[in-house]
Nanobody, 123 residues
Framework: QVQLVESGGGLVQAGGSLRLSCAAS????????MGWFRQAPGKEREFVAA????????FYKDSMKGRFTISRDNARNTMYLQMNSLKPEDTAVYYC????????????????WGQGTQVTVSS
């Protein structure tokens, strides 16, 4: 059974940066596409970014384009999310997951969710 563990969250001022990591154990992720999602208090979980198994294809929610960069290191079985120019509205718990379905952007098309890492951006 694969397990995903997110890390790298924290408290940062607006305009700052954070780098999230998603480390996998239990199996290799080198043939799995993956994604990042986030959930703010009182809101539904939403898509942030996704990356194909090879890293050649990436997808972003429009509001993250140019600020966030998704990447992966298959040798380390780890995926990353570099977040720059953070805004207070980016405050949320960030989750990583493995893509299982056909929709890159849909929560229901992902499985094996991690426990999440809190990102708080102060104004």
């Amino acid at each position: 059974q694969v397990q995903l563990v997110e890390s790298g969250g924290g408290l940062v001022q607006a305009g700052g940066s954070l780098r999230l990591s998603c480390a996998a154990s239990g199996r290799s992720l080198s043939t799995s596409s993956m994604g990042w999602f986030r959930q703010a208090p009182g809101k539904e979980r939403e898509f942030v970014a996704a990356i194909s198994w090879s890293g050649e294809r990436t997808f972003y929610k429009d509001s993250m384009k140019g600020r966030f960069t998704i990447s992966r290191d298959n040798a380390r079985n780890t995926m990353y999310l570099q977040m720059n120019s953070l805004k207070p509205e980016d405050t949320a718990v960030y989750y990583c997951a493995i893509k299982r379905g056909g929709n890159w952007y849909g929560v229901r098309d992902y499985d094996y969710w991690g426990q999440g890492t809190q990102v708080t951006v102060s104004s």
